[in-house]
C-alpha cells in the first residue's frame, strides 16, 4: 500500500509540476489588449457590434451606455431584444431614439430549432453592416478605447477571429473561490496560449467578446450550425478554427468586463445548463471530468492526514503545486493570488456544479433557456450533426 500512496501522489505531484510550468510558460505569451496601442482613425474599418437581450433591464443601461461611448469612428450597434418581458424593451427604444447608430429588432416568437440566444445573434448580423463584427452581451461593459485596440491586435496578429478574455467581477469569498477555480480548469484545458498556431487543434471562444471578420463569419456558415447549441460561443469559436481561420486570444483586463452571476448560487444556477452541455452530454465524460477533479485537486489534501513518511511528502508537494498554480489563474483574474489556497475548496464546488447540472439535465430531459423548454433528445441530435457536418467538410 505504501508503494501504492508513493506512485499515486508522485505521479499526481508530476503532472501538476508539468501544468505549473505549461502554464507559466504560456500565459506570458497571451497578449494583454490594454498594452496594444490604438488603431488610428484612418485604419478603422466600419464595426458592428452584436448583442441579444432577454430581461436584461437591471444591466443592460450601464453596459450600451459604454458601446455608444466607444471612441471609434465607424461603427454600429445591433441589439436583438429576444421576447423581453421587463424593462428591456424600453430601454432599448430609448437608446436607439438618442442615438442612431442604435439599431434594435425585436423578435416576439422564436422560430422551430433554434435557441434563442444563437437565434438572437444570427438576427442581429442580418441587420449590420460591418466589415467585422463583435458578439458579446447585455451586460458588458467596454472602456472607450477597447474597439480600437481589438482591431490593432487582429490586425497586427493577421487573425480573423479575436476572443478577449475579459475581465471578471467578483464580489466575495465564494464568487473568488469558484470562478478562480474555473478559470485555472479553463486555461489547463483550453491552452489558450496555443489557439493562434495554425497547426494547433486548440480553439476558444467567450460569450462576453467574440470579434470576427463578415468573411470568416459566413464562410463557416455563421450561426445556423448552432442553432440548438447551448455552449454556442465556445463552439463559434472551434467553427472558425476548424474552418481553416487564423484565430486568437488575448486579456482583456480592464477594457472590457463583466459580472458573470451576483453570488455563488446564481453561479450555481447558471452553469446548469451550460456544464452538461459542456461534456458534450456524455455521463461517461462527466464521470471522468469528476474523477479527475477529485484525484487531482481534492485527494492529496484529504489524505494528508492519514499518510507518514515519504507518501506524505509526496501528498503535500501534490497539494502545494496546485495551490501555486491556482494562485497565478487568481493573480490573472485581478484577485490575489492567495485564493490559491481555496484550491481544493473550489474543486469540490466545481464537481457539484457539474454533476448538479448532468442530474438536473436528465431528470428533466432538457435544458430550460430563456423561457423555453429544449428536450435532450434534440440537443443531441444537434451536436451530433454538427459533427458530422464539419467532418464531412
Known amino acids: 500500500m505504501r508503494l501504492f500512496w508513493i506512485a499515486l501522489f508522485g505521479l499526481i505531484a508530476l503532472a501538476w509540476g508539468i501544468q505549473a510550468l505549461r502554464l507559466a510558460w504560456g500565459c506570458r505569451r497571451i497578449p494583454r489588449l490594454t498594452s496594444i496601442p490604438p488603431t488610428p482613425d484612418a485604419d478603422c474599418p466600419p464595426v458592428s457590434i452584436l448583442f441579444t437581450a432577454r430581461d436584461e433591464a437591471a444591466t443592460l443601461p450601464q453596459a450600451l451606455a459604454t458601446l455608444l461611448a466607444l471612441d471609434y469612428p465607424r461603427f454600429q450597434v445591433v441589439a436583438v431584444d429576444d421576447r423581453s418581458t421587463d424593462g428591456t424593451t424600453e430601454i432599448l427604444r430609448e437608446f436607439a431614439r438618442r442615438d442612431p447608430r442604435l439599431r434594435v429588432v425585436r423578435v416576439s416568437e422564436l422560430p422551430p430549432g433554434w435557441l434563442g440566444k444563437p437565434h438572437g445573434l444570427q438576427t442581429a448580423y442580418a441587420r449590420s453592416d460591418g466589415e467585422w463584427l463583435v458578439f458579446t452581451d447585455a451586460d458588458v461593459r467596454f472602456a472607450p478605447d477597447a474597439l480600437r485596440r481589438a482591431v490593432a491586435l487582429v490586425r497586427e496578429r493577421g487573425w480573423d477571429h479575436l476572443t478577449l478574455l475579459v475581465g471578471t467581477e467578483m464580489v466575495g469569498f465564494w464568487e473568488r473561490t469558484a470562478v478562480s477555480y474555473f478559470a485555472l480548469g479553463f486555461l489547463m484545458f483550453t491552452e489558450v496560449w496555443r489557439v493562434e498556431r495554425p497547426a494547433s487543434k486548440r480553439y476558444v471562444g467567450v460569450g462576453a467578446f467574440q470579434m470576427l471578420s463578415r468573411r470568416c463569419y459566413e464562410a463557416v456558415g455563421c450561426h445556423r450550425p448552432l442553432a440548438l447549441e447551448v455552449v454556442e460561443d465556445v463552439w463559434l469559436g472551434r467553427q472558425v478554427k476548424r474552418g481553416g481561420f487564423r484565430s486568437g486570444v488575448a486579456l482583456a483586463e480592464t477594457s472590457v468586463r463583466v459580472r458573470w452571476q451576483e453570488g455563488l448560487g446564481n453561479i450555481v ?71 490559491g489556497v481555496t484550491h481544493p475548496l473550489g474543486a469540490i464546488l466545481l464537481a457539484y456544479m457539474l454533476a448538479r447540472s448532468t442530474v438536473v439535465t436528465l431528470w428533466r430531459g432538457g435544458v430550460t433557456w430563456r423561457g423555453t423548454f429544449y428536450p435532450l433528445h434534440e440537443l443531441r441530435r444537434a451536436r451530433r450533426e454538427a459533427e458530422r457536418g464539419k467532418r464531412a467538410a
Open 269 to 339: 444556477r447558471g452553469t446548469t445548463k451550460n456544464f452538461f452541455a459542456g461534456a458534450g452530454y456524455s455521463l461517461p465524460t462527466v464521470l471522468a471530468e469528476l474523477a479527475g477533479v477529485f484525484l487531482l485537486s481534492v485527494l492529496p489534501f484529504a489524505a494528508l492526514p492519514g499518510l507518514e513518511g515519504v507518501p506524505r511528502l509526496l501528498a503535500a508537494l501534490a497539494a502545494l503545486l496546485p495551490v501555486a498554480v491556482h494562485g497565478v489563474a487568481a493573480s490573472i483574474l485581478g484577485i490575489s493570488p492567495l485564493y
